[in-house]
């Protein structure tokens, strides 16, 4: 979803950016405490399916709207069921099932979309997606939450009236605004502002983000107007600029697969030297210099091909993650997952969220901490530490070395 960003930064107004919470568990075990586990699968690009899912408020109402993908070709998707519930705290096993026919937006043989209206009671205050595969006689369920929004939420939706559930859009594709009053036009802020990359695990001279940014130019639209933004870089959506309240999304081009050669560079900074970095940037779209800098990072044409294809591989995955007010490469928990992999293990809570690696090459723990800005109330930034060094360089080695 596009980050809504909220009134206050405290600590129950935080709650409700809380991320999605991924877990697999057997069908006899569905009656599960929503906290303290292992999410691993949250980041997992390799999934049966692929859940997209959001809930806005809307007066007294809720709204949930969800795309439902199937990714493994050699199933149906009748293989999946998906219900819903609504629980009082992650701390309880069970909840109240929400039944009722949802809105169909779009129903193919891989993708089911759409939007289901409920209420809930006040003391109930998260919203379980519970997704069912089915194989043979044998199933397994696959539990997602997300904390009921407090407040009047603000959204944006496609020209197809598809919520936009990422927080980044395709340079010039339509889009409109919701959850905003009527009597007064958006103030549109855009940064073009090209954020630095986070420094490796065990620096110490992490750069922050300010905490106010002048955007590089202000214009205003008609709340009920459908906007086509034309450049990239960062947007603030608000009613009233001097709020906190907003839409915060990246606008993006070859996004989030990069196509294009000039945007290959940028992410090659943590597996190159200085040197070879600068040589990769003046290469611009000149493929041959390009080529050249690779060849002399992994010795030869095989171990290029391999290294390009595994390593942007990670990359699109990370901006799918963790695209914030910066790409999702550019983040912490971005670098950490190009640099690592998929998290052997990951523990989320409210004000941090923890990885273990643990595989034959290193065992590695990171912690990432909520740092909000107003663009991301849900921005992590890694604990650095010097003892991630030897790690980090092996890691670096075997990458160019097109190990992975």
């Given amino acids: 979803m596009l980050r809504n960003i909220p009134n206050r930064f405290n600590l129950s107004t935080m709650k ?11 069908t006899g075990l569905q009656a599960q405490v929503l906290r303290n586990l292992n999410f691993r699968y949250l980041y997992n690009p390799d999934e049966v399916f692929t859940l997209s899912w959001d809930v806005v408020k809307q007066s007294d109402t809720y709204t949930v709207f969800y795309d439902l ?5 050699s199933r149906l998707y009748t293989d999946l069921k998906i219900t819903w519930e609504l629980r009082k705290s992650p701390a309880e096993k069970t909840g109240i099932p929400k039944t009722g026919t949802p809105t169909e937006l779009e129903s193919s043989a891989v ?28 199933s397994w369920a696959f539990l997602f939450y997300k904390p009921l929004p407090e407040t009047q939420s603000l959204y ?21 605004f919701h959850g905003f009053t009527s009597d ?11 954020f630095p990359a986070g420094a490796p695990a065990f620096s110490t001279a992490q750069a922050r983000v300010a905490k106010t940014i002048k955007p590089d130019s202000v214009f205003s639209i008609d709340v009920a107007t459908e906007a086509s933004l034309p450049h990239t870089g960062l947007y603030l959506i608000q009613q009233d600029t001097a709020s906190t309240a907003g839409i915060a999304f990246r606008v993006e081009e070859d996004y989030p697969k990069l196509g294009k050669l000039e945007s290959l560079a940028g992410p090659l900074i943590y597996v190159c030297t200085k040197q070879e970095y600068e040589k990769i940037k ?34 699109e995955a990370a901006n799918l993650y963790f695209s914030s007010y910066k790409e ?77």
């Fill in 282 to 315: 003046l290469a611009g779209n000149d493929k041959k210099r390009f080529d050249q800098v690779i060849l002399s990072i992994t010795g030869n044409t095989e171990r290029a091909r391999t290294f390009m294809r595994n390593y942007f591989k990670r990359v």
């Fill in 328 to 404: 999702g490469w550019k983040t912490d928990r971005g670098m950490i997952y190009i640099i690592y992999g998929v998290p052997d293990e990951v523990y989320l809570f409210d004000d941090r969220e923890v990885w273990e690696y643990k595989n034959e090459n290193f065992k590695e723990r990171f912690q990432f901490v909520k740092s909000a800005t107003i663009f991301d109330p849900d921005n992590f930034v890694l604990i650095r530490q010097k003892s991630f060094a030897d790690d980090w360089y092996q890691m670096i080695d075997l990458w160019r070395k097109a190990r992975f």
């Fill in 184 to 194: 007064k036009p958006l103030q549109v802020s855009y940064y073009k502002d090209a």
């Fill in 69 to 73: 993908k199937l990714n493994d070709t």
């Fill in 156 to 176: 944006a939706t496609s020209s197809t009236n598809d919520m936009i559930k990422e927080s980044f859009i395709k340079r010039g594709s339509p889009v409109s």
């Fill in 16 to 26: 409700k950016f809380l991320p999605l919470l991924f877990l697999l568990v057997s």
């Fill in 111 to 138: 993708r089911k979309a759409g939007s289901l209206q409920f209420s809930a009671d006040a003391d109930q205050t998260i919203v379980v997606a519970k997704v069912n595969v089915v194989d043979g006689k044998k």
